[in-house]
Structures are given as structure tokens and as C-alpha cells.
């Protein structure tokens, strides 16, 4: 009880702080993202896409649990479920030119995304080898790094392969 009680005291630390740095960037006007009328609109329908996909996504999760039984602790389904709503929201955006605002560079976003795969595939694979992702036969909570580990690769791909395909039609 008390590992759980420190791994709950942990997250809520690890989001305030993640709260409060994003404030600060904020702030600082270094996130102050500027996006034109159509991207606007285009996030808007990414934005309704990923709602309905995390309602989706949600219910699923509930149903498989009521058919299959007990398979997944409430930590890793919940952050599934928003890993799949965010990945549906990240993938239109880039595919409707609607991820970057006017004055971001594409290489900030390919090194953040880089580094947030590999530092959390990194430490769920440190998990995965120290003791498991199964906590009696149940995916445990120790499976949500490697969850926001194939999320951001997948957000990544998806946006290196979008770069380089924009790239190559500027040089035609």
C-alpha cells in the first residue's frame, strides 16, 4: 500500500511540475503558438476526432473488461485510452499542416519527440526487465511509459514521414 501511496504522490508531483514548466514557457511567450484561420479549423475537427476516439477508446476499454475479466490495472487503461485519443488528434494535425503554428521549426519538434520516445521507451524498458509490466496476470501501471513511448514514436513517423513527403514536393 504505501509503494502505491508513493507512486501516486510521485505522479501528482510529476504533473504539477510538468503544469507549472508549461506555465512558465507560457509565460515566457516560448509556447505562445500563433496558427492561422485554417489551422484553427483543422485542429478544431482533430480536437473532435480525438474526443470521440478517448470516448471510444474509453468504452472499449470498460466493455473488455466486463467480457474478458480484469486485464489491464486503471492507471495503464486510462492512459491507453488518452495515448490513442492524443495519437488521433497529433496524426490529423500533421496530416491537415495544422501541428506546427507559424513560427515553430519542424526540427524543435522531431528532437522533443525524439527525446520523449526514447527517455520513455528507455524507462519502460527498465521496467519491463527489473519486474515486468504484469502484476498477476493484470497489465500494471509499470506499462504506461512504454505506452507514451510508441505514442510519441508513432506522432514522430507520422511527422517525419509528412515532413520529408512536403519536402520532397518543394523541390518538384
Known amino acids: 500500500m504505501e509503494e502505491r501511496m508513493g507512486i501516486a504522490v510521485g505522479l501528482t508531483a510529476g504533473l504539477a511540475i510538468g503544469l507549472l514548466v508549461v506555465a512558465l514557457l507560457f509565460r515566457k511567450k516560448v509556447l505562445g503558438c500563433t496558427f492561422d484561420e485554417r489551422q484553427e479549423r483543422a485542429r478544431g475537427v482533430a480536437f473532435r476526432y480525438g474526443f470521440f476516439t478517448l470516448m471510444g477508446s474509453v468504452f472499449l476499454y470498460g466493455a473488455s473488461e466486463l467480457a474478458l475479466g480484469r486485464w489491464c490495472d486503471a492507471m495503464a487503461g486510462g492512459c491507453l485510452c488518452i495515448a490513442v485519443s492524443i495519437t488521433v488528434f497529433a496524426v490529423i494535425c500533421i496530416l491537415k499542416d495544422a501541428y ?61 514521414v509528412n515532413f520529408s513527403l512536403e519536402r520532397r514536393e518543394e523541390a518538384e
Open 100 to 160: 506546427l503554428s507559424l513560427r515553430e521549426r519542424p526540427w524543435k519538434i522531431i528532437v522533443l519527440f525524439l527525446a520523449l520516445s526514447l527517455f520513455n521507451l528507455g524507462l519502460g524498458t527498465v521496467q519491463l526487465l527489473r519486474r515486468g509490466l504484469l502484476e498477476d496476470g493484470v497489465l500494471s501501471f509499470r506499462a504506461v511509459n512504454l505506452i507514451c513511448g510508441v505514442m510519441t514514436l508513432v506522432i514522430l513517423a507520422v511527422y517525419l
